[in-house]
């Protein structure tokens, strides 16, 4: 190595150093300028293009994020602080799918970091998939709605239309009565001929029921389509006793309880080595990812998307 | 939601605290009421002296304070206003109980916790301050937190 090429490495973390002195001074500009500096001495470190790219991040300059955190990343893909601040940046460019991915990267590379930082991440990218969820369900919600109506309407019309069928096979006067009843219990019919009225009435009734077990099991299919977009109570059974949350990374422990990893080690390391709710002696090496739990939370999800607001 | 978590919360704090006011509004621990507020670090709760026992028809009130790192840490849990008679809670609205000490899980809860204390109240046999109760309560003057002062409870092990 000749010694020039050192030098600049030296002369670049010094740069580096300037950075993060302007940057806890809030002095941003000023620390952009010295990494840039930096980066132009050696541009094969991963640390200056991310340092840059948190300058821009304070400034909501996605676009300069982005760039800097894929720079970063085809330095050192296993960079966290790059993967994360990617994803945030894509999600702020409304760009969920691509957010989603480079999220759930950091994720598989913050594991074992601090409760903090894996809480933050998850839940970036709970916002992503709600966020992306959303985009598609609100104009299906829409368009289910429109349906609804629709079909609803035409049940009324053709239920409408076969009683003023029927009135004009009869006695013309009662059409009116006949309409205007349409969904009342009651069928007024203003008429002497009593024989005619039986059959009328009759004939009135069959209608009336077809209409309305039509209109049940409509109701019912939509009502079960709309279920997708409704949010109600997440089943106990797939939350975490401490976080009262969804699990996202869970483990069991020798007592057969599963937790939340994250808040569990937290728990482990503070409060004490026992499984906190039967109280038997626990270390952390003990805990095993309980996938099965991990799948059902999945395909809870798959089902009741609206659950990622709080996941 | 989470916006509106206060600032002396952890996001999984506030988070949980939701959680749990939402589940205690739903399914309350019997003879409780949470009086409503905003605050969500400060729980005011109603406690009624359970039918049949020496507290019945009497009315009390718990002041539960949540730490930032909730439930890593127990909440504060004191009595306010005239706390119960009984020989484990002190004229100063003390209790000495251990799960909120030495004893704390973050698998307990509010409720789990209030539920104690009403049996704690409810097994009482007669209505009697702590034997040491003076020389507590005037060792926690210049407003000592329960946390602070465990060690100094007559008795530990309830």
């Known amino acids: ?311 | 939601m989470s916006s509106s978590s206060p600032k002396g919360l952890s996001r999984i704090a506030a988070n949980r605290l939701h959680k749990e006011l939402k589940e205690w509004q739903m399914n309350p621990p019997a003879g409780f009421k949470h009086k409503v507020s905003d605050n969500l670090q400060r729980w005011i709760v109603e406690v009624n002296g359970a039918p049949n026992t020496l507290y019945e028809n009497e009315t009390y009130y718990l002041q539960v304070d949540f730490p930032e790192n909730y439930p890593m840490e127990a909440p504060q849990v004191i009595f306010t206003h005239n706390p119960p008679l009984h020989p484990h809670i002190y004229s100063n609205g003390h209790i000495c109980l251990d799960i909120l000490y030495d004893s704390w899980s973050p698998a307990m809860t509010v409720s789990s916790i209030c539920i104690s204390i009403l049996s704690m109240l409810s097994s009482s046999t007669e209505k009697a301050r702590p034997v040491d109760n003076d020389r507590y309560v005037r060792n926690c003057r210049n407003g000592k937190s329960p946390k602070e002062t465990r060690w100094w409870f007559h008795d530990d092990k309830v």
Not at chain 1, 38 to 44: D, E, R, S, V
Not at chain 1, 135 to 157: D, G, I, S, T
Not at chain 1, 228 to 233: H, I, L, N, Q, V
């Open chain 1, 1 to 311: 190595m000749s010694t020039g090429f050192v030098s600049a490495n030296k002369q670049a973390e010094i740069l580096k150093d300037q950075g993060n002195l302007y940057f806890k001074k809030n002095r941003i500009s000023a620390a952009i300028e010295a990494y840039t500096e930096a980066i132009t001495l050696c541009p094969k470190v991963a640390t200056y293009w991310t340092n840059r790219a948190l300058c821009h991040k304070k400034r909501n300059d996605w676009e300069r994020v982005e760039a800097d955190c894929r720079t970063a990343l085809e330095i050192d893909k296993s960079s966290l602080k790059a993967r994360y601040m990617l994803g945030i940046a894509l999600l702020e460019k409304n760009e969920f799918s691509e957010a989603i991915k480079q999220l759930e990267k950091a994720l598989d590379l913050s594991r074992g970091g601090t409760s903090d930082m894996v809480e933050v991440i998850w839940s970036e990218v709970g916002k992503a998939k709600y966020a992306e969820w959303e985009k598609v369900a609100l104009p299906q919600q829409q368009k289910q709605k429109a349906l609804r109506e629709f079909c609803e309407n035409a049940l009324r019309e053709d239920y409408k239309n076969s009683l003023f069928r029927l009135g004009s096979n009869n006695k013309a006067q009662s059409c009116g009565a006949l309409y205007e009843n349409i969904e009342d219990e009651m069928i007024d019919i203003n008429s002497s001929d009593f024989l005619e009225i039986d059959k009328t009435t009759f004939e009135v009734s069959k209608l009336k029921s077809s209409f309305v077990e039509k209109k049940q099991t409509l109701d019912d299919v939509f009502d079960k389509a709309a279920e997708y977009y409704k949010p109600t109570e997440v089943p106990e059974f797939l939350c975490c006793k401490i976080t009262m949350d969804l699990y996202r990374d869970p483990v069991i422990t020798p007592s057969g309880i599963t937790y939340e990893r994250a808040i569990l080690l937290d728990h482990l390391e503070k409060v004490g080595k026992f499984d906190p709710l039967t109280r038997a002696p626990l270390q952390a090496h003990e805990l095993i990812t309980n996938l099965a739990i991990k799948e059902a939370v999945k395909a809870y999800l798959a089902e009741h998307a609206w659950a990622y607001k709080t996941y």
